[in-house]
């Protein structure tokens, strides 16, 4: 349950209102680190890579936790479905600002999260 709030949180989404171009989905190629991680965790970073798959890798509470998924990104959407467990759970988020150096997005409830590249 943990490791499901935690992706859940760590996951990308951002508001349209905030998009001012076209998002360019090679920038999102590579390793992004969360600026300010969630409470309880210490580090984050989610790597997308070129066909579509997506890794997440979390430290919180001395632990680290691997995640493995997949993403398509449409526009400015970013659908994302990650294996928890055995369980698969599927997001849907909106690139507010992406460039090589930065990602930012929010979810739903318009919270949001920066990102830096990871080099």
Same mark, same amino acid.
């Given at each position: 349950?943990?490791?499901?709030? /935690?992706?859940?949180?760590? /996951? ?15 920038? /999102? ?13 210490? #580090? ?7 066909? =579509? ?10 632990? #680290? ?6 993403? #398509?990104?449409? =526009?400015? #959407? ?18 507010? *600002?992406?460039?090589?150096?930065? /990602? ?5 409830? *318009?919270?949001?999260? *920066? ?5």
């Amino acid at each position: 349950m943990f490791c499901q709030l /935690l992706v859940s949180v760590l /996951l990308l989404a951002p508001s349209p209102s905030l998009v001012e171009d076209k998002i360019d989905g090679k920038l /999102l190629i590579g390793k992004w680190e969360a600026e300010k991680p969630p409470e309880g965790v210490e #580090k984050a970073v989610v790597e997308y890579m070129k066909d =579509g798959k997506l890794a997440v890798e979390v430290e919180a509470q001395g632990q #680290k936790h691997k995640f493995e998924g997949t993403y #398509k990104l449409e =526009g400015d #959407k970013l659908n994302v479905k990650i294996d928890i467990n055995g369980t698969e759970q599927e997001q849907k988020r909106i690139i507010a *600002k992406l460039t090589d150096t930065e /990602l930012v997005t929010t979810d739903d409830e *318009k919270m949001e999260r *920066k990102y830096k590249k990871v080099k």
